[in-house]
């Protein structure tokens, strides 16, 4: 039975007076002047310091090369062109994924094949990915859901024995491993996100990490129109002046005064990857013993890089729906979020016919979950906050000893 209850818990102090995000970027004076440098120089945007955070990247996750986009999601649609998606073609993904993980399958003419999660880790399941497979497959896009790495192993075996392209949509797994090995020099293909609450912000931005060369040559070409300067590659050659377009690029490329914004963040990834990684032991330490919420399992393979701690609430064990919890953590000013509204229950993708029921556990860990605040700079007193919130409201809405 549900119990009637205001949403003001005892009598409607909130645990914090201001609003808490749930996550939020980190700029100092440094990445200041950085920006402000460029602003001063001649080049604004394609200029030199494009292809020193290019090869920023490439040095730090171990690839070959690295091609900056003016977003993440431009970046996951020139990995669906490179990767010869085109009308007809199906891609396995995620449900529990941003939209944008599925979207650029459809901005190719393919056509998103939702897969299952693993009801522990909440990634994709590579028994789900397998009985997917048709003729028509030829790409898989994992995420890796929260910062720990899919199952990277099975999924490359699938792959192989399939023929098919991956492309990681890592854009909460940049400085994450798996086995050893960095995120971002595995896959084919890998794409991170620089959205200001990712690990690191060039305020929009995106790359594709890859060690092949036919690829990145796409992905080069995508980015500006599918123009050409390479006279290597010219059909045609009238004079000095001439460039080609060999396909129907878009413009999608970074600035320089993002760039450089990037360079100065990704000295400090590291530090904040450590911050997070702390932040969410002491959520662990604090919520091990309330058997009302599960916590993020993690795989011993893998090393997480944290972008989002997700609790997940026995609703067996609680007298209200994860609704109300919502709403209660967010009267404490507890700024919570559930990430994610399974991608093919959006209005859109139900008009192209998915139907509800596709992926029992992503649809029931979507009923259950909720994110709550992570981000570097939270302090040691923001992270006491938030789990004096959740005890709270979870200890009111306990259905133990009150039956
Ligand atoms: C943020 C995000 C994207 C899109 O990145 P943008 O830079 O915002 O376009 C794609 N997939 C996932 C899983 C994301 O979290």
């Known amino acids: ?52 955070f290019e090869q920023s990247i490439a040095d730090y996750v171990g690839s070959k090369y690295a091609v900056a986009f003016s977003n993440g999601t431009a970046a996951l649609h020139a990995a669906c062109f490179a990767a010869g998606i085109s009308e007809g073609d199906e891609v396995i993904t995620t449900p529990m994924t941003f939209a944008a993980s599925a979207n650029c399958i459809l901005y190719q003419g393919g056509k998103p094949v939702f897969a299952d999660i693993n009801p522990y880790t909440y990634n994709i399941d590579p028994v789900s990915i397998e009985r997917a497979i048709t003729e028509k497959t030829k790409c898989i896009i994992p995420v890796d859901f929260t910062g720990q790495p899919a199952d990277l192993d099975t999924i490359c075996q699938i792959a192989h024995k399939y023929n098919l392209t991956i ?28 959205h200001p609450v990712k690990h690191i912000t060039t305020g929009e931005g995106g790359v594709i990490t890859t060690n092949n060369t036919a690829f990145y040559e796409k992905l080069i070409q995508f980015r500006s129109h599918g123009i050409t300067r390479n006279p290597k590659h010219f059909i045609h050659h009238h004079g000095p002046w001439y ?48 058997k009302e919420v599960v916590l993020p399992f993690q795989n011993q393979d893998c090393n997480s890089s944290w972008h989002l701690y997700i609790i ?10 994860r609704k109300e919890i919502f709403e209660a953590l967010q009267k404490e000013n507890i700024g919570v979020n559930v990430h994610y509204i399974p991608a093919y229950y959006h209005p859109f993708y139900q008009m192209l016919d998915y139907q509800k029921g596709l992926c029992p556990n992503a649809e029931k860990l979507y009923e259950e979950i ?34």
């Open 167 to 194: 492309i990681e949509d890592a854009a909460h797994a940049l400085g994450a491993e798996y086995k050893g090995r960095k995120i971002g020099s595995i896959s084919d293909m890998t794409m991170f996100s620089f």
């Open 370 to 403: 909720i994110t709550l605040p992570l981000f570097p700079l939270m302090t040691e007193a923001d992270i006491q906050d938030v789990i004096e919130a959740v005890k709270k409201v979870i200890t009111h809405y306990s259905a133990e000893g009150k039956a």
């Open 243 to 290: 460039y080609e377009m060999h396909c129907l690029g878009f413009n999608y490329r970074m600035t320089d005064i993002q760039a450089a914004l990037g360079i100065s963040q990704l000295r400090k990834l590291d530090g904040f990857i450590k911050m997070r990684k702390h932040l969410a032991a002491l959520y662990d330490e604090a919520f091990r013993n309330m």
């Open 1 to 52: 039975m549900k119990k009637e209850i205001s949403l003001a818990i005892n009598g409607g102090k909130p645990v914090r007076d201001t609003y808490l995000p749930y996550g939020r970027q980190w700029i100092d004076e440094t990445d200041i002047e950085a920006v402000v440098n460029v602003l001063k120089g001649d080049f604004l945007t394609t200029g030199p310091v494009i292809s020193k």
């Open 312 to 321: 997940r609430l026995n609703l067996d064990l609680l007298q209200a729906g």
